[in-house]
């Protein structure tokens, strides 16, 4: 063999090995060491974090995100809600540290016990859908009419807020009280509905009528409430099968529950805001399939869906996200 076709040879070895440690790498499950729950010693608010085997869950204050985990050697990223990738480095220290260009660097300490925020979800428990008197009902509808009408009233102000003029400093300061009047009106709704499905089970279309029935859906898809969402989804999905409700709110639902687990979803309905305001589809769990499925609910296809969303928002193309954008370091 000559040295030219030696150094060939070597150098095709060398590029597999590279090519076979980084399949490995990526396709690695997590250290055994990190997998638990964890919380972070030298921040404030406290992060804490759960890995598990497929799942990142980690809490940032009173917010908790999941994500689709991806280990690879030295590193774990995941994509939280379908709007924002994480990327962190497992730092050989004393310690478990993780550290984030973006995020900053968290020093860990192992918890006894998974913080209850943490842990999966359960669905919440309804009551059978028993017959209830005219009264009952009447109220039922008066109370979800004026709960979607504060909450459409504090969405709307967020909206008007966003485009007022000001300077930064005023326009921030509005925003942030505006957001906790909003979020303090979803966790007022969110006991509320809870409270009533546990005491009536779901409003259901047949005994409240679509529109009640619609109320309820709108307050729990802007509930993020996960026990709330996942005990509602099949009962919105009975409606729809029984030729009741529309296939558009399951979807929307089913999507949007799917994300919040850190799953991907199946209709294509979840569209959001990244970072730098571009519109973003969160990645679907079968592209190929898509059209199949949201024509079995009923749903445009996927194309006049995202042309729709382009002239909604003023010619603006929504990028489909995919696994590939997780690994862009965020």
């Known amino acids: 063999?000559?040295?030219?076709?030696?150094?060939?040879?070597?150098?095709?070895?060398?590029?597999?090995?590279?090519?076979?440690?980084?399949?490995?790498?990526e396709d690695a499950t997590p250290p055994e060491r990190l997998l638990g729950s964890w919380e972070?010693?030298?921040?404030?608010?406290?992060?804490?974090?759960?890995?598990?085997?497929?799942?990142?869950?980690m809490r940032v204050g009173s917010t908790?995100?999941?994500?689709?985990?991806?280990?690879?050697?030295?590193?774990?990223?995941?994509?939280?809600?379908?709007?924002?990738?994480?990327?962190?480095?497992?730092?050989?220290?004393?310690?478990?540290?993780?550290?984030?260009?973006?995020?900053?660097?968290?020093?860990?300490?192992?918890?006894?016990?998974?913080?209850?925020?943490?842990?999966?979800?359960?669905?919440?428990?309804?009551?059978?859908?028993?017959?209830?008197t005219k009264e009952k009902i009447k109220s039922v509808k008066k109370d979800l009419n004026l709960r979607v009408e504060r909450d459409q009233a504090t969405r709307m102000k967020l909206i008007a807020l966003s485009k007022a003029e000001g300077t930064e400093a005023e326009k921030k300061t509005a925003l942030e009280a505006a957001s906790k009047e909003m979020?303090?009106?979803?966790?007022?709704?969110?006991?509320?509905?809870?409270?009533?499905?546990?005491?009536?089970?779901?409003i259901d279309i047949g005994r409240f009528g679509k529109a009640t029935s619609e109320a309820a859906f709108l307050l729990v898809q802007h509930s993020e409430n996960l026990p709330l969402m996942l005990a509602a989804l099949p009962e919105i999905e009975k409606d729809m099968k029984a030729g009741k409700g529309d296939g558009q709110n399951f979807a929307i639902l089913f999507d949007r529950t799917r994300v919040r687990i850190g799953e991907r979803q199946r209709y294509?309905?979840?569209?959001?805001?990244?970072?730098?305001?571009?519109?973003?589809?969160?990645?679907?769990?079968?592209?190929?399939?898509?059209?199949?499925?949201?024509?079995?609910?009923?749903?445009?296809?996927?194309?006049?869906?995202?042309?729709?969303?382009?002239?909604?928002?003023?010619?603006?193309?929504?990028k489909i996200e995919t696994d590939e954008d997780d690994d862009e370091p965020k």
């Not at 030298?42 to 890995?51: G, L, Q, Y």
């Open 1 to 25: 063999m000559m040295r030219g076709e030696i150094r060939t040879l070597a150098l095709a070895l060398v590029a597999a090995l590279v090519l076979a440690r980084a399949v490995l790498a």
């Open 40 to 57: 972070s010693t030298n921040t404030d608010p406290r992060v804490a974090f759960r890995f598990t085997e497929k799942k990142v869950f």
């Open 64 to 132: 908790v995100v999941v994500g689709a985990a991806r280990y690879t050697q030295d590193h774990v990223s995941f994509r939280a809600g379908g709007k924002k990738s994480y990327r962190f480095e497992l730092i050989p220290t004393g310690k478990l540290t993780l550290a984030s260009a973006t995020s900053g660097s968290f020093v860990l300490k192992r918890l006894d016990a998974t913080p209850p925020e943490l842990a999966d979800p359960v669905p919440l428990t309804f009551a059978a859908p028993d017959k209830l």
């Open 183 to 202: 979020q303090s009106i979803d966790a007022d709704n969110v006991a509320f509905v809870g409270s009533l499905c546990a005491e009536v089970g779901w």
């Open 268 to 318: 294509g309905t979840y569209v959001t805001r990244g970072d730098s305001g571009a519109l973003a589809m969160a990645a679907l769990e079968d592209p190929k399939k898509v059209d199949e499925q949201r024509k079995s609910i009923g749903l445009v296809s996927l194309r006049e869906y995202l042309d729709a969303l382009k002239e909604k928002f003023g010619g603006k193309d929504v």
